[in-house]
């Protein structure tokens, strides 16, 4: 195994590369760091919209943004948007692009930012493969609820409607959410992140509805499974393991119907396959994009695909 440093520094200079971005966030990104890691960086314009934004204080602050039509009568979904490595909250949005989404669809929605490693660079302490570098302790687990709990507190959130995103470290780090908070989070949706390798660090307390998006050819974190500070799985034994956990069929369904997920590949190149039969109403399904990369040139209508399924799956 690589040495937590000697990874780092790969990851950053790949992202590097990939994206054509030297500097994130107004901080050098650090030679050390792999480039392919440094690809959550995109350079897309936000989207302005009329969602009211709140800012949440404290040791570890976050900018909520509230839907136009909230009102406190009403329960409204929750989305947390967690960034990849390097990367910011704030580019995590820029990217996907749900802020205009959930406020269109009464979704309160967060995309908050990790901690600063000893490169300063930010990260999710999410499982031993990603990526956490420095060997640093901090509780990413615990500020991820401190986050559902504040808002919830404050707001009338549907309990029933939790749901986690996450690209390559973020993704990474919502696997985590579902192995330890399923009682909490309704479903999860990792792009370019994997569970964890050994299953017995995995013991969701309750069915949790998982979605896995992923790249063939992801030069990043591979299709088919690998290794950074540990090993990961692939996609399939990803999915695989879930389907265990939710005590879904044995059998995976491939549709004969492919999606539009990478913009910049001619036609429909994404084949969606999932596990029938799952408890408490849990899907557990996986979006290949044929050729896809890292940090794909994603469709205009990625963010409205991602967040009906996200609606279309609540908690039982």
């Known amino acids: 195994m690589l040495h937590r440093s000697s990874v780092a520094t790969m990851l950053s200079a790949v992202l590097v590369a990939l994206s054509g971005v030297s500097w994130v966030s107004g901080v050098a990104m650090a030679s050390a760091v792999p480039n ?21 204080p404290g040791s570890r602050p976050f900018k909520l943004q509230v839907p136009t039509s909230y009102t406190k009568g009403k329960s409204a979904p929750l ?35 990790g901690s600063l490693d000893n490169n300063g660079l930010q990260f999710w302490n999410a499982t031993p ?34 749901y986690v995103v996450g690209h390559s470290n973020g993704g990474f780090m919502s696997h985590h959410m579902a192995c330890s908070d399923s009682n909490r989070i309704a479903a999860i949706a990792s792009f370019a ?23 063939t050819a992801d030069e990043t974190i591979s299709y088919t ?7 990961y799985p692939g996609a399939a034994e990803t999915i695989a393991d879930w389907a265990k956990l939710d005590k879904c069929s044995a059998k995976i ?27 408490s109403k849990t899907t557990v399904e996986l979006w290949s994009i044929a050729g ?5 040139t994603l469709a205009p ?10 609606l279309a799956h609540p908690k039982a």
């Open 129 to 162: 493969s990603c990526c956490n570098f420095s060997g640093s302790k901090v509780n990413d687990e615990a500020y991820i609820m401190s986050i559902i709990n504040a808002v919830s507190k404050k707001y009338n959130v549907d309990q029933k409607r939790i």
């Open 79 to 113: 989305i947390i948007a967690l960034h990849g490595y390097t990367s910011s909250g704030a580019e995590t949005e820029k990217y996907l692009k749900l802020g205009p989404v959930a406020d269109t669809r009464g979704i309160l929605y967060v995309a908050p930012d």
């Open 193 to 215: 992140g994997a569970t964890y390798k050994d299953q017995s660090m995995c013991k969701p307390g309750q069915p949790i509805t998982v979605l896995q998006i992923w790249g």
């Open 301 to 310: 209508d990625f963010a409205t695909r991602l967040v009906n399924f996200l």
């Open 292 to 296: 896809g990369h890292h940090v794909p």
């Open 36 to 56: 392919h890691l440094q690809k959550s960086v995109l350079k897309t314009a936000p989207s302005a919209g009329k969602a009211t934004v709140v800012a949440f």
């Open 253 to 279: 369904i491939t549709s004969p119907t492919k999606i539009n997920i990478e913009s910049s590949i001619p036609g429909n190149e994404t084949t969606v396959s999932d596990y029938a039969g799952c408890a």
């Open 225 to 231: 499974g690998g290794a950074l500070l540990a090993p």
